[in-house]
C-alpha cells in the first residue's frame, strides 16, 4: 500500500489549504483514514481521523476550523483547513488503517504559515 500526500505549501495565516492523500495497492477495504501532523522539535500529533462508517475525531486546537473528509471510490482523504494560523506549521501525514489492522504512512506534506 502506498500512500501519497499532496497540497502542501506556504499560506498566510488566516487562509486555506486543502490537503490530499491517496492510498494505491492491495487495498481490501480500509478501517480508517487520518491526518497527523509533526512540527519541528515536536512529537508527531493526531489532526484529524475518520472511520470507514463516517465517524469523526479532531483534535481540539483545529476543531471548528479542520474538516476531514474521504472519497471512498478514489481511496482518498481530504484535509481542508481554514483559518490558518502560524502554529498550524508542521509536516502533515496521511495515516491509513486497513481491517486487519495494518497502518500505513505517506512521506508527508510541508505546510508552512506565515505571521
Known amino acids: 500500500v502506498q500512500l501519497v500526500e499532496s497540497g502542501g505549501g506556504l499560506v498566510q495565516a488566516g487562509g486555506s489549504l486543502r490537503l490530499s492523500c491517496v492510498a494505491s495497492g492491495s487495498i481490501f477495504g480500509i478501517k480508517a483514514m487520518g491526518w497527523y501532523r509533526q512540527a519541528p522539535g515536536k512529537e508527531r500529533e493526531l489532526v484529524a481521523h475518520?472511520?470507514?462508517?463516517?465517524?469523526?475525531n479532531y483534535a481540539d486546537s483545529v476543531k471548528e476550523r479542520f474538516t476531514i473528509s474521504t472519497d471512498n471510490a478514489k481511496n482518498t482523504v481530504y484535509l481542508q483547513m481554514n483559518s490558518l494560523k502560524p502554529e498550524d506549521t508542521a509536516v502533515y501525514y496521511c495515516?491509513?488503517?486497513?481491517?486487519?489492522?495494518?497502518?500505513?504512512w505517506g512521506k508527508g506534506t510541508l505546510v508552512t504559515v506565515s505571521s
Open positions: 495515516k491509513v488503517v486497513v481491517p486487519d489492522g495494518m497502518e500505513y
Open positions: 475518520i472511520m470507514a462508517g463516517g465517524g469523526t
